[in-house]
């Protein structure tokens, strides 16, 4: 079930550069698979890889078991939504919609009825008759996955699709995106640099950096349980600190030196040893301000500090808290602060507390 | 812009083309209209018996050659330019620029001159010629120069430049990811580049064939250098009348007759596109 699409200790170079490296990731039917990571971190390239522009260096691409690793992109039952959309503007909505079918010799009267149905699919029925450059870039975007799912492609690449357009209609589209998948079934490869819309879009992300997989895991695994630094910073906002491992206790529990805290409990998913280096890492969310000194004892961790900036964005805030040399960034509901009354401001003294559960200790890697 | 803007902004190309050719085509049609003078100039009056001796006189074969040289020479210009623009625009940019001006420094050289050059090369005793013959790739005795073929050569070779550099500028602005997204949806590579890449570069098409078409039709100086008796064109006679016979009217109407022939499909072509541009709206 898991080995739909394999892919295979692929590497690819470019001169010096190793844009993708020794990548191993198993893909399973149906699944909704994105691959997050910064600029230029290969995910285009492994993309393209999977739809057959690029020859792989090393390693194999394995389709329901059959090897496509040296299949030309027209002979792969794999079709591709690309970043620019890639419409061809000489034909209209409808001609483009049915460009593979006519590649692929498909009867006429058949042929309508699929791109009659594609259109309703991404409600573009009224715009059939339209040239590319009459469109919106929802629309456009539309067109160009309404042209790639015709074809019921095994599996559907998408390469940064919502990146050309704006805040509300990227919203807009990746509700849309989600409905289609739940619609069709196919197996989407989703690229992004945007964690957001990975969380949102995915089954299981794999977070890549620098041509390697960080790691692969579902997005809440990947956010509550971060692997790496990295992927701890990629995804979601974080506060880091170093920590020394003191001692490792039972069910994933570590206690930790940290300077600013004392020696406070957290979890780990790594098999650490003592004295080893490591960070503590807790979400923004995670964090409690509170003005009264909360009850300490052993699960509960809390620092001093001084509220540096605030800002308001509506349905939540963010405060900077500066603890000692550090600072926090904490964000909480606004209506946490229903029963207080007011919200603290700056220069108020307050603390800052999180339960063991929610912080958690990652690997002191190299991105810092 | 504002449409005033605009008109101002194209003045001093209206003038340009007021002098340089409005003015000299209208005296040219007019001249045709004035009957002939034994001294070589033109005569006192109006008349319409120039152009019924220009009528009567057999040029038809001449017409029918120009027309199928020009037209012979802008399909193989555009064939041969169409795979150097489209690798032109994919090789690295030293190779391009480099590329690029080994196409136009010919030009800087004189256009006589290097059709002499042609002449030289396809003499009996010329290089091209001779390799060729020691090659076995045409017989001892074979005659190169002064045919059709001589003739349809140097012209090709002569305005490649006039259809490599519109189609040229037209496939760099093709986006190439078109092609990859052909391919992905199933075309192979030459499908491909026949559905997407020819329709992407039509402009392109469109100009070069103009070029290379209209600069043909007013060929005289290639035919009369590497052509024999047999492959005359319509320049050829119109210079013979002008400068042989000095017959003005006569080699203005036949002139008047070219740029019509000229004029008219360029008209056309510029209609059409204006329609395609309203259908479009973009
Ligand atoms: N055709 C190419 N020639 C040379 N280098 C390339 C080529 N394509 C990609 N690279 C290099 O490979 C690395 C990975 O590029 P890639 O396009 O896969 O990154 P990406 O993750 O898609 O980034 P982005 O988010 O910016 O699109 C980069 O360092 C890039 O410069
Ligand atoms: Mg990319």
Redesign the interface.
């Given at each position: 079930m898991d080995d739909f699409l394999v892919i295979e200790k692929v590497t690819k170079r470019f001169g010096a550069v190793r844009a993708v490296d020794c990548i191993t990731l198993r893909i399973a039917c149906g699944e909704s698979f994105s691959l997050l990571g910064p600029s230029g971190c290969g995910k285009t390239t492994l993309l393209r890889m999977i739809?057959?522009?690029e020859r792989p260096d090393e390693g194999r691409i394995l389709l329901e078991g059959e090897d496509i690793t040296t299949l030309?992109?027209?002979r792969r039952p794999?079709?591709?939504v690309?970043q620019?959309y890639?419409?061809?503007?000489?034909l209209s909505v409808e001609e483009n919609i049915g460009?593979?079918l006519k590649?692929?010799g498909v009867e006429r009267g058949e042929a309508r009825q699929r791109v009659a149905r594609m259109l309703e699919l991404v409600k573009m029925q009224d715009q059939r008759a339209k040239?590319p450059?009459?469109l919106s870039g929802g629309q456009k975007q539309r067109v160009a996955i309404a042209?790639?799912l015709v074809?019921q492609p095994r599996v559907l690449l998408l390469d940064e699709p919502l990146a050309a357009l704006d805040l509300k209609l990227r919203q807009h589209m990746l509700g849309e995106l989600h409905a289609i998948h739940q619609e069709v079934g196919t197996t989407f490869i989703y690229v992004t640099h945007d964690q957001g819309e990975a969380i949102s879009l995915s089954d299981r992300i794999a977070v890549l950096n620098a041509g390697r997989v960080e790691q692969v895991d579902t997005p809440a695994r990947l956010y509550e349980a971060p692997g790496s630094h990295f992927v701890a910073a990629f995804v979601g906002d974080a506060n880091f600190l170093p920590a020394r491992v003191l001692e490792v206790r039972h069910e994933g529990y570590v206690r930790v030196a940290c300077e600013e805290l004392g020696n406070p409990l957290a979890c780990t998913a790594l098999p650490l040893s003592a004295g080893q280096q490591a960070r503590l890492m807790v979400r923004p969310e995670k964090l409690l301000i509170t003005r009264e000194r909360p009850e300490a004892g052993e699960r509960v961790n809390v620092w001093a500090g001084t509220i540096t900036d605030v800002t308001y964005f509506g349905a939540y805030l963010r405060f900077v808290v500066q603890a000692g040399e550090t600072a926090l960034l904490v964000q909480m509901a606004n209506n946490r602060f229903a029963s207080s009354g007011t919200v603290p401001g700056r220069g108020e003294r307050v603390y800052v507390s999180f339960h063991p559960e929610e912080a958690r200790v990652v690997a002191a890697d190299s991105q810092g | 812009m504002s449409r005033r803007r605009e008109t101002l902004l194209t003045l001093p190309s209206l003038a340009w083309m007021l002098v340089f050719f409005a003015i000299p085509a209208g005296l040219v049609v007019a001249m045709a209209f004035r009957p002939s003078d034994l001294r070589g100039g033109a005569g006192e009056g109006w008349t319409l018996e120039t152009l019924r001796t220009v009528a009567r006189a057999d040029y038809l074969p001449v017409v029918w050659r120009t027309v199928w040289m020009s037209a012979a020479t802008t399909a193989l210009c555009v064939t041969i330019a169409l795979p150097v623009a489209f690798h032109l625009v994919r090789v690295a940019e030293l190779w391009r620029r480099m590329l690029l001006l080994l196409i136009i420094v010919p030009f800087l050289t004189n256009f006589i001159i290097r059709v002499f050059a042609w002449k030289s090369l396809l003499h009996p005793e010329g290089l091209l010629t001779q390799a060729l013959v020691r090659g076995g790739v045409v017989a001892e005795d074979a005659l190169l120069l002064n045919n059709a073929g001589a003739v349809l050569l140097v012209l090709v070779y002569t305005h490649l430049p006039f259809a490599i550099l519109p189609l040229y500028a037209a496939a760099e602005k093709f986006e190439m990811p078109l092609l990859d997204a052909a391919r992905d949806l199933g075309a192979g590579p030459l499908r491909a580049l026949a559905g997407v890449w020819l329709p992407g570069v039509r402009r392109g098409i469109v100009s070069a064939c103009i070029m290379v078409f209209v600069c043909t039709l007013g060929q005289y100086v290639i035919p009369q250098f590497v052509g024999g008796p047999q492959d005359e064109m319509l320049g050829n006679k119109i210079t013979q009348r002008a400068f042989g016979d000095r017959n003005l009217p006569h080699a203005s109407a036949l002139a008047a007759c070219l740029l019509m022939a000229v004029l008219v499909p360029m008209l056309l072509t510029a209609l059409w596109r204006r329609a395609r541009g309203k259908e479009a709206v973009s």
């Amino acid at each position: 079930m898991d080995d739909f699409l394999v892919i295979e200790k692929v590497t690819k170079r470019f001169g010096a550069v190793r844009a993708v490296d020794c990548i191993t990731l198993r893909i399973a039917c149906g699944e909704s698979f994105s691959l997050l990571g910064p600029s230029g971190c290969g995910k285009t390239t492994l993309l393209r890889m999977i739809a057959g522009f690029e020859r792989p260096d090393e390693g194999r691409i394995l389709l329901e078991g059959e090897d496509i690793t040296t299949l030309p992109p027209e002979r792969r039952p794999v079709n591709t939504v690309f970043q620019n959309y890639a419409l061809f503007p000489h034909l209209s909505v409808e001609e483009n919609i049915g460009f593979g079918l006519k590649m692929a010799g498909v009867e006429r009267g058949e042929a309508r009825q699929r791109v009659a149905r594609m259109l309703e699919l991404v409600k573009m029925q009224d715009q059939r008759a339209k040239r590319p450059a009459q469109l919106s870039g929802g629309q456009k975007q539309r067109v160009a996955i309404a042209r790639a799912l015709v074809n019921q492609p095994r599996v559907l690449l998408l390469d940064e699709p919502l990146a050309a357009l704006d805040l509300k209609l990227r919203q807009h589209m990746l509700g849309e995106l989600h409905a289609i998948h739940q619609e069709v079934g196919t197996t989407f490869i989703y690229v992004t640099h945007d964690q957001g819309e990975a969380i949102s879009l995915s089954d299981r992300i794999a977070v890549l950096n620098a041509g390697r997989v960080e790691q692969v895991d579902t997005p809440a695994r990947l956010y509550e349980a971060p692997g790496s630094h990295f992927v701890a910073a990629f995804v979601g906002d974080a506060n880091f600190l170093p920590a020394r491992v003191l001692e490792v206790r039972h069910e994933g529990y570590v206690r930790v030196a940290c300077e600013e805290l004392g020696n406070p409990l957290a979890c780990t998913a790594l098999p650490l040893s003592a004295g080893q280096q490591a960070r503590l890492m807790v979400r923004p969310e995670k964090l409690l301000i509170t003005r009264e000194r909360p009850e300490a004892g052993e699960r509960v961790n809390v620092w001093a500090g001084t509220i540096t900036d605030v800002t308001y964005f509506g349905a939540y805030l963010r405060f900077v808290v500066q603890a000692g040399e550090t600072a926090l960034l904490v964000q909480m509901a606004n209506n946490r602060f229903a029963s207080s009354g007011t919200v603290p401001g700056r220069g108020e003294r307050v603390y800052v507390s999180f339960h063991p559960e929610e912080a958690r200790v990652v690997a002191a890697d190299s991105q810092g | 812009m504002s449409r005033r803007r605009e008109t101002l902004l194209t003045l001093p190309s209206l003038a340009w083309m007021l002098v340089f050719f409005a003015i000299p085509a209208g005296l040219v049609v007019a001249m045709a209209f004035r009957p002939s003078d034994l001294r070589g100039g033109a005569g006192e009056g109006w008349t319409l018996e120039t152009l019924r001796t220009v009528a009567r006189a057999d040029y038809l074969p001449v017409v029918w050659r120009t027309v199928w040289m020009s037209a012979a020479t802008t399909a193989l210009c555009v064939t041969i330019a169409l795979p150097v623009a489209f690798h032109l625009v994919r090789v690295a940019e030293l190779w391009r620029r480099m590329l690029l001006l080994l196409i136009i420094v010919p030009f800087l050289t004189n256009f006589i001159i290097r059709v002499f050059a042609w002449k030289s090369l396809l003499h009996p005793e010329g290089l091209l010629t001779q390799a060729l013959v020691r090659g076995g790739v045409v017989a001892e005795d074979a005659l190169l120069l002064n045919n059709a073929g001589a003739v349809l050569l140097v012209l090709v070779y002569t305005h490649l430049p006039f259809a490599i550099l519109p189609l040229y500028a037209a496939a760099e602005k093709f986006e190439m990811p078109l092609l990859d997204a052909a391919r992905d949806l199933g075309a192979g590579p030459l499908r491909a580049l026949a559905g997407v890449w020819l329709p992407g570069v039509r402009r392109g098409i469109v100009s070069a064939c103009i070029m290379v078409f209209v600069c043909t039709l007013g060929q005289y100086v290639i035919p009369q250098f590497v052509g024999g008796p047999q492959d005359e064109m319509l320049g050829n006679k119109i210079t013979q009348r002008a400068f042989g016979d000095r017959n003005l009217p006569h080699a203005s109407a036949l002139a008047a007759c070219l740029l019509m022939a000229v004029l008219v499909p360029m008209l056309l072509t510029a209609l059409w596109r204006r329609a395609r541009g309203k259908e479009a709206v973009s």
